[in-house]
T-cell receptor
Framework: GDSVTQMEGPVTLSEEAFLTINCTYTATGYPSLFWYVQYPGEGLQLLLKATKADDKGSNKGFEATYRKETTSFHLEKGSVQVSDSAVYFC?????????????FGTGTRLTIIP | DAGITQSPRHKVTETGTPVTLRCHQT?????MYWYRQDPGHGLRLIHY???????DKGEVSDGYSVSRSKTEDFLLTLESATSSQTSVYFCAISAEVADSEQYFGPGTRLTVT
């Protein structure tokens, strides 16, 4: 079945540091890939997505490129801020077999210190 | 912000009691989902709905049932709550299948003692 593997956290960085959160996936078809973010005490919200190989999703300074050859969708940001502290979830949807739902990774907690 | 509310936001209940959580949307979206969030597991799908009276099981559906009698409401019922069902429950909606964005509610923290 489909699965998503994220780097384990927590991750702690200083403000303005470079961020990478690794995500790899296993899917039987041609999935769409997502990054969701959860701020403290809130529900998840979509950060970015990519629907086909080599697509790059971007939002709020975050980027991720859909790499089919390495089955990866790593999240990057060049200079993090304290306000980026949150839990980040990688997810996929695979409609190839009528699978109408998202499969999530376990989440990576990110803390940015001033 | 998408119009999704969940009620109650917090609940403490005893083992063996029935519990119903409500998700209400004002977006007229076709798809609705119930997830649970637990440390080390991320979000896991319990049940989902693709229309009024149309529901299907997710990966962790045992011990849960759902109903959707109106487009705007999706109810999750724990027939006889157990301590293993202590969790944070999130409702989500989407206009199309999962390829499009899912919008999440604020969550319900349920504690079963």
């Amino acid at each position: 079945g489909d699965s998503v593997t994220q780097m384990e956290g927590p991750v702690t960085l200083s403000e303005e540091a470079f961020l990478t959160i690794n995500c790899t996936y296993t899917a039987t078809g041609y999935p769409s890939l997502f990054w969701y973010v959860q701020y403290p005490g809130e529900g998840l919200q979509l950060l970015l997505k990519a629907t086909k190989a080599d697509d790059k999703g971007s939002n709020k300074g975050f980027e991720a490129t859909y790499r089919k050859e390495t089955t990866s969708f790593h999240l990057e940001k060049g200079s993090v801020q304290v306000s980026d502290s949150a839990v980040y979830f990688c997810a996929l949807s695979d409609l190839s077999f009528g699978n109408e739902k998202l499969t999530f990774g376990t989440g990576t907690r990110l803390t940015i210190i001033p | 912000d998408a119009g999704i509310t969940q009620s109650p936001r917090h609940k403490v209940t005893e083992t063996g009691t029935p519990v119903t959580l409500r998700c209400h949307q004002t977006e007229n979206h076709r798809y609705m989902y119930w997830y649970r969030q637990d440390p080390g597991h991320g979000l896991r799908l319990i049940h989902y709905s693709y229309g009024v009276k149309d529901t299907d099981k997710g990966e962790v559906s045992d011990g849960y049932s759902v109903s959707r009698s109106k487009t705007e409401d999706f109810l999750l019922t724990l027939e006889s709550a157990t301590s293993s069902q202590t969790s944070v429950y999130f409702c989500a909606i989407s206009a199309e299948v999962a390829d499009s964005e899912q919008y999440f509610g604020p969550g319900t923290r349920l504690t079963v003692t």
